[in-house]
């Protein structure tokens, strides 16, 4: 057998993340069955990270063992006429044999959607949260920068994760904007349990006028989730891709190094 990596999207609208359940679609669960169905042997997946129920995906990576009869290169064709509409292969390769998709990651970014208007949007109420009233960024920027770097990012995990650390490096928070749509890019070495939802959802209230941009050194130095902004919808979330040392999943090249930069001010665009 050998060792294989793809690049997949997908909507995840309906799915039930992407860790696979005993009883409802999963990303994993839809892979793997198409994977045995092709390599005529079971096949186990594993991905960068384990998206929730309804968030989204631009450029997950995934790795799996298996004696593949077909060329690397047709690879994501095939699973692409089998796979359904919301799932898709966007590149496939053979890396190092001690590959592995979790634990090889220097980094992810994901983005986080926003859209403000009178009316929320059809053709983005899968992908973004409608917010009818104006909102401050300025001030949600700078409560963003006072996150970026190392820090026990306690205050902002879910409870049910499993990690021996909750010390992580936020290497860049920046907001950016598209008309009415807002984006918020994360970029970290690594991301706690809801740790993203969790950071939005403080830097919407602070967007709001409901918290200074420095209530989140108090919750940085608190380590108590209570004390940080409610979790924001999961279908505004999308893990945009994964940096690894010799792959970039959007671009299927090297990571540049302003990827791995802090911005030295507020990142509004």
């Not at 205050?155 to 490096?169: C, I, L, N």
């Not at 671009?251 to 665009?269: H, M, N, R, Y």
């Amino acid at each position: 057998m050998k060792r294989y990596r793809m690049v997949i999207q997908y909507d995840g609208t309906e799915y039930f993340g992407f860790q696979v359940q005993p009883l409802d679609r999963s990303v994993q669960g839809v892979l793997e069955e198409l994977l045995q169905r092709l390599t005529q042997h079971p096949v186990k997946v594993v991905g960068a990270g384990r998206t929730d129920s309804g968030v989204h995906a631009q450029g997950q990576v995934v790795h799996f063992d298996a004696a593949l009869t077909i060329p690397i290169s047709r690879l994501p064709a095939a699973l692409n006429s089998m796979l359904p509409r919301d799932l898709r292969v966007r590149y496939a390769d053979e890396p190092d044999p001690e590959f592995h998709a979790r634990y090889g990651a220097v980094a992810k970014t994901y983005c986080y959607q926003v859209w403000q208007g009178p009316y929320a949007d059809v053709f983005w109420r899968r992908f973004a949260l409608w917010m009818k009233h104006p909102l401050d960024w300025t001030a949600a920027a700078a409560a963003g920068a006072v996150l970026q770097g190392t820090h026990d990012f306690a205050g902002f995990a879910a409870a049910g994760g499993s990690v021996k650390t909750t010390v992580r490096t936020l290497h860049r928070v920046r907001v950016c904007h598209e008309g009415a749509l807002t984006k918020l890019f994360f970029t970290a070495d690594g991301f706690l349990y809801n740790m993203v939802r969790n950071v939005t959802g403080t830097l919407l209230e602070v967007a709001q006028g409901r918290r200074n941009p420095a209530d989140v050194r108090s919750i940085l130095a608190g380590g108590d989730r209570r004390l940080a902004g409610a979790t924001a919808p999961a279908h505004g979330l999308t893990l945009l891709y994964v940096i690894y040392p010799d792959l970039r999943s959007d671009l299927c090249a090297k990571p540049q190094a302003s990827d791995l930069l802090l911005d030295t001010e507020p990142g509004v665009q």
